[in-house]
T-cell receptor
Framework: GAGVSQSPRYKVAKRGQDVALRCDPI?????LFWYQQALGQGPEFLTY????????KSGLPSDRFFAERPEGSVSTLKIQRTQQEDSAVYLC????????????FGSGTRLTVV | GQNIDQPTEMTATEGAIVQINCTYQ??????LFWYQQHAGEAPTFLSY????GLEEKGRFSSFLSRSKGYSYLLLKELQMKDSASYLC???????????????FGRGTSLIVHP
């Protein structure tokens, strides 16, 4: 596609509910990143894929967070048993390779846990 | 890891020039990025520096000094639409050899007033 697409745009979840956030990167982009952005803060790194391989998940805040990219294109970030502190905007970014000159971000999914 | 510092907020007058500074400490350096983010929108790419010096692109310029761990973004002829958050990001090594992860600062909120 022409850009990075994320869905849903907004998600309201009750505390304890599981959620799944989807990212469609730019076609052919090898690298895919997930970031978490709290209000008034910069994006915080969560995890990184190169094709289907998850090369870095050091930023995932707990074992309730899980990400996959089984065919090296679409990625899903899953959060189990959501907590209020999970409320944030989840951003996905992709790039053509690991040494890319820029990264393209999606518009994000705003998750609100009530 | 990376430690990135930038001012929280700046104000400037329409038509003026503003310089947003970014200092960083990193265990490995593989490029510095500046992104612009309007409220509720995706970060959009502004500039990339990997070598020392000034990169100019229209009204925006970005400078890098690797020895000082310092960069700045210079915005000229400010317009009201330039009111946004400006994110400095440093690309450094991830946990897996050969992977590189952009780490973002908290962002500088720029307010342009008439």
């Amino acid at each position: 596609g022409a850009g990075v697409s994320q869905s849903p745009r907004y998600k309201v979840a009750k505390r304890g509910q599981d959620v799944a956030l989807r990212c469609d990167p730019i076609s052919g982009h090898v690298s895919l990143f997930w970031y978490q952005q709290a209000l008034g803060q910069g994006p915080e790194f969560l995890t990184y894929f190169q094709n289907e391989a998850q090369l870095d998940k050091s930023g995932l805040p707990s074992d309730r967070f899980f990400a996959e990219r089984p065919e090296g294109s679409v990625s899903t970030l899953k959060i189990q048993r959501t907590q209020q502190e999970d409320s944030a905007v989840y951003l996905c970014a992709s790039s053509s390779d690991r040494g890319a000159l820029y990264y393209t971000f999606g518009s994000g999914t705003r998750l609100t846990v009530v | 890891g990376q430690n990135i510092d930038q001012p929280t907020e700046m104000t400037a007058t329409e038509g003026a020039i503003v310089q947003i500074n970014c200092t960083y400490q990193t265990s490995g350096f593989n490029g510095l990025f500046w992104y612009q983010q309007h409220a509720g929108e995706a970060p959009t790419f502004l500039s990339y520096n990997v070598l020392d010096g000034l990169e100019e692109k229209g009204r925006f310029s970005s400078f890098l000094s690797r020895s000082k761990g310092y960069s700045y973004l210079l915005l000229k002829e400010l317009q009201m639409k330039d009111s946004a958050s400006y994110l400095c990001a440093v690309r450094g090594p991830g946990v897996r050899i050969g992977s590189y992860i952009p780490t973002f600062g908290r962002g500088t909120s720029l307010i342009v007033h008439p």
